[in-house]
């Protein structure tokens, strides 16, 4: 079992910018694959980033098109926490961000995700 606990959202305007923080416990972190999902009011989930393991201690990390360039993602293995710094934000990265984690390779598929944080919102003002 593994648990996750989300924080750092907030109110921001647009430009600025926000760093998410996502704990783990429960289970070995370092060979889990980690990511970020979104969900906005009224609109399907949709992926942001994922870090999988590849070998040793390398890591493969992918990004959704409407992202990419201005967020990034990283691990912190020891402290077994992920992070999801978020730049140049704009209103439409308004939603609310759940971590997840699980042993997939098909990052961009929410189902294929065995655990969920409990989601932390995120609202960008124009």
């Known amino acids: 079992q593994v648990q996750l606990v989300e924080s750092g959202g907030g109110l921001v305007p647009a430009g600025g910018s926000l760093r998410l923080s996502c704990a783990a416990s429960g289970r070995t972190f370092t060979t889990l694959t980690m990511g970020w999902f979104r969900q906005a009011l009224g609109k399907e989930r949709e992926f942001v980033a994922a870090a999988r393991w590849s070998s040793g201690s390398t890591y493969i990390t992918d990004y959704a098109d409407s992202v990419k360039g201005r967020f990034t993602m990283s691990r912190d293995n020891p402290e077994n926490t992920v992070y999801l710094q978020m730049n140049s934000l704009k209103p439409e990265d308004t939603a609310v961000y759940y971590c997840?984690?699980?042993?997939?390779?098909?990052?961009?598929?929410?189902?294929?995700?065995?655990?969920w944080g409990q989601g932390t919102q995120v609202t960008v003002s124009s």
């Open positions: 997840v984690a699980g042993r997939t390779i098909q990052v961009m598929a929410a189902v294929t995700y065995d655990y």
